[in-house]
């Protein structure tokens, strides 16, 4: 099974494929390019985030635009049994959870990292660790964001419908520009490159890469990277084995 997270969407196997969605629009743009099924995500997930809508919403209009039979699989705001109930009784085939297996003793996620989401209680969209890839991101803040982001108006233009809007932090003007202007540069720089810069980032740093905080980064990362996390993340208390994650959650 191929999933795919970003871009145009476009078969790369022969075998199973879904493609992850943000919007009605672009769950037909993957279900026209053959996709056998859509992830759609809702704004609250964590990590990159492709709409502004709510999960459950966007699965009742994905369902209506889709087709009865078509399917769909819900990704945002998945960390107990019950959200997986909810899910499908809303009619998704599937549930998917990310945040909840970040927290996991088996996710590579930096110890200090994980820390930092056990104590969080709120999360929210940016654009600030975007260098290389500038797209909506949902992070706990730190010191990086407290640095960037006290001041900075909470107006993001995040895509969907006008009602949809949500009112969150962007980043800097200049940030941002820088982030569009060096996207291509940064992204195809030698491995070594990339390395060096997310080694010298501080929370002051002008450019921030996506780089998360991993068990065998720099820990400097917890403060001066993004900390990756979904609406979830106020709900979840503990680092467990991932089996039992998948036991309970299935029910
Ligand atoms: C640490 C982390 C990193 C993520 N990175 C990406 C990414 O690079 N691209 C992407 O499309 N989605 C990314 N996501 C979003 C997931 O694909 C998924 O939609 C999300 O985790 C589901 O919401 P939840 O976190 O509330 O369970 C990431 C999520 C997390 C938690």
Same mark, same amino acid.
């Given at each position: 099974?191929?999933?795919?997270?970003?871009?145009?969407?476009?078969?790369?196997?022969?075998?199973?494929?879904?493609?992850?969605?943000?919007?009605?629009?672009?769950? +037909?743009?993957? /279900? $026209?390019?053959? =996709?056998? @099924?859509?992830?759609?995500?809702?704004?609250? *997930? !964590? %990590?990159?985030?492709?709409?502004?809508?709510?999960?459950?919403? +966007?699965?009742? /209009? $994905?369902?209506? =635009?889709? @087709?009865?039979?078509?399917?769909?699989?819900? *990704? !945002? %705001?998945?960390?107990?049994?019950?959200?997986?109930?909810?899910? +499908?009784?809303?009619? $998704?085939?599937? =549930?998917?959870?990310?945040?909840?297996?970040?927290?996991?003793?088996?996710?590579?996620?930096?110890?200090?990292?994980?820390?930092?989401? +056990?104590?969080?209680?709120?999360?929210?969209?940016?654009?600030?660790?975007?260098?290389?890839?500038?797209?909506?991101?949902?992070?706990?803040?730190?010191?990086?964001?407290?640095?960037?982001?006290?001041?900075?108006?909470?107006?993001?233009?995040?895509?969907?419908?006008?009602?949809?809007?949500?009112?969150?932090?962007?980043?800097?003007?200049?940030?941002?520009?820088?982030?569009?202007?060096?996207?291509?540069?940064?992204?195809?720089?030698?491995?070594?490159?990339?390395?060096?810069?997310?080694?010298?980032?501080?929370?002051?740093?002008?450019?921030?890469?996506?780089?998360?905080?991993?068990?065998?980064?720099?820990?400097?990362?917890?403060?001066?990277?993004?900390?990756?996390?979904?609406?979830?993340?106020?709900?979840?208390?503990?680092?467990?084995?991932?089996?039992?994650?998948?036991?309970?959650?299935?029910?």
């Amino acid at each position: 099974m191929v999933v795919t997270f970003w871009g145009r969407p476009r078969r790369r196997t022969p075998g199973a494929w879904l493609h992850q969605c943000g919007s009605v629009e672009e769950a +037909l743009r993957a /279900q $026209a390019a053959g =996709a056998d @099924g859509v992830i759609v995500q809702g704004v609250e *997930a !964590g %990590g990159h985030v492709r709409g502004a809508t709510p999960a459950l919403r +966007l699965l009742g /209009q $994905a369902r209506a =635009a889709l @087709g009865p039979e078509y399917p769909l699989l819900l *990704a !945002g %705001g998945i960390a107990e049994r019950s959200d997986v109930s909810t899910a +499908l009784e809303a009619g $998704a085939q599937a =549930a998917v959870a990310g945040t909840r297996f970040l927290l996991s003793e088996e996710s590579r996620a930096h110890a200090l990292y994980k820390e930092r989401l +056990l104590a969080a209680r709120e999360t929210f969209l940016t654009e600030l660790f975007g260098a290389g890839w500038p797209a909506p991101h949902r992070v706990v803040p730190n010191a990086a964001t407290d640095h960037w982001l006290s001041g900075v108006r909470p107006l993001f233009p995040v895509r969907g419908r006008k009602d949809e809007r949500q009112m969150v932090f962007g980043a800097p003007r200049a940030n941002r520009l820088l982030n569009h202007l060096f996207a291509p540069g940064i992204r195809y720089a030698p491995a070594s490159l990339q390395q060096r810069m997310i080694g010298a980032q501080r929370p002051g740093s002008r450019i921030l890469t996506p780089a998360g905080p991993t068990d065998d980064g720099p820990a400097t990362l917890v403060d001066a990277g993004a900390l990756y996390a979904g609406e979830t993340v106020a709900r979840i208390d503990t680092v467990r084995p991932a089996a039992e994650l998948v036991r309970d959650l299935a029910g």
